[in-house]
């Protein structure tokens, strides 16, 4: 009697859903990398001379309306592809550093998951600097951005963006999947923002900020071309009669 049997050595083309998971998973890796820089040189209070809320809605009311919307709007789809970015280049590294990346993911997804709350907040800012402000609206919103919640998301936010891509960059460097100087570059791009955070004033941090996220998006480009790399693991069905 007759049997078939897959020949071990034989493989399929790629199915189609799975280049359509790679292009996904690399287009979140670029837009969740890009849209914090674009965020960031277009964050109005970082053109300011100090920080904190009266500052931000000070600026909001001063800018143009472009710079405002295109803050927000990098915001808004930050929020939803920056922890997916995050989660994949973990997700890459996982196999040859598996220790490396989940501490990563989770570090990393600790502070990026409530992004769209600070969206909210600087879309509350924006609008009270275009309706024009109260004595009682700005003490609401100073209360609103310093109460226990949102402290607690604003140093998990801080935090997770400069450990995650720490730990991310360690664990691509262990894991070879893209070259050592992206990894480096990767994983050192947040770290001044944070060591020279009481140290320099507000308009120079600001600018140590913005270069800090234009090189986490250079550091990310090979990463996301590493997951269109990546092949597929499905077998195919080459048939061979055995008895």
Same mark, same amino acid.
């Given at each position: 009697? +007759?049997?078939?049997?897959?020949?071990?050595?034989?493989?399929?083309?790629?199915?189609?859903?799975?280049?359509?998971?790679?292009?996904?998973?690399? $287009?979140?890796?670029?837009?969740?990398?890009?849209?914090?820089?674009?965020?960031?040189?277009?964050?109005?209070?970082?053109?300011?001379?100090?920080? !904190?809320?009266?500052?931000?809605?000070?600026?909001?009311?001063? =800018? +143009? %309306?472009?710079?405002?919307?295109?803050?927000?709007?990098?915001?808004?789809? @930050? $929020?939803?592809? #920056?922890?997916?970015?995050?989660?994949?280049?973990?997700?890459?590294?996982?196999?040859?550093?598996?220790?490396?990346?989940? *501490?990563?993911?989770?570090?990393?997804?600790?502070?990026?998951?409530?992004?769209?709350?600070?969206?909210?907040? %600087?879309?509350? /800012?924006?609008?009270?600097?275009? &309706?024009?402000?109260?004595?009682?609206?700005?003490?609401?919103?100073?209360?609103?951005?310093? =109460?226990?919640?949102?402290?607690?998301?604003?140093? &998990?936010?801080?935090?997770?963006?400069?450990? @995650?891509?720490?730990?991310? !960059?360690?664990? #691509?460097?262990?894991?070879?999947?893209?070259?050592?100087?992206?990894?480096?570059?990767?994983?050192? +791009?947040?770290?001044?923002?944070?060591?020279? /955070?009481?140290?320099?004033? /507000?308009?120079?941090?600001?600018? *140590?900020?913005?270069?800090?996220? !234009?090189?986490?998006?250079?550091? @990310?480009?090979?990463?996301?071309?590493?997951?269109?790399?990546?092949? %597929?693991?499905? !077998?195919?069905?080459?048939?061979?009669?055995?008895?």
């Amino acid at each position: 009697m +007759s049997s078939l049997e897959p020949l071990s050595g034989a493989k399929e083309p790629p199915l189609l859903i799975h280049r359509l998971q790679r292009l996904f998973i690399a $287009a979140c890796i670029i837009l969740g990398l890009f849209t914090p820089l674009i965020a960031a040189v277009s964050n109005p209070p970082y053109f300011s001379a100090q920080g !904190g809320v009266v500052a931000a809605i000070t600026s909001n009311a001063a =800018d +143009s %309306d472009l710079m405002d919307q295109t803050h927000i709007i990098a915001e808004v789809i @930050g $929020a939803y592809t #920056l922890p997916l970015a995050f989660l994949a280049i973990a997700w890459l590294a996982m196999r040859r550093a598996p220790w490396l990346a989940s *501490i990563a993911a989770v570090i990393s997804l600790l502070g990026t998951l409530p992004i769209a709350v600070f969206t909210g907040e %600087d879309s509350l /800012y924006y609008d009270i600097a275009r &309706m024009g402000s109260s004595p009682q609206i700005i003490e609401m919103a100073q209360r609103f951005n310093g =109460d226990w919640v949102m402290t607690f998301y604003n140093t &998990m936010f801080a935090l997770s963006t400069v450990l @995650g891509p720490v730990f991310l !960059g360690l664990a #691509l460097w262990r894991a070879r999947v893209i070259p050592r100087w992206a990894a480096a570059i990767f994983g050192l +791009s947040r770290l001044p923002a944070i060591l020279l /955070y009481a140290v320099v004033p /507000y308009h120079v941090l600001s600018i *140590i900020v913005i270069i800090g996220f !234009g090189l986490l998006f250079v550091g @990310g480009i090979p990463a996301a071309l590493a997951i269109l790399k990546e092949k %597929d693991k499905v !077998g195919a069905p080459n048939l061979s009669p055995t008895t």
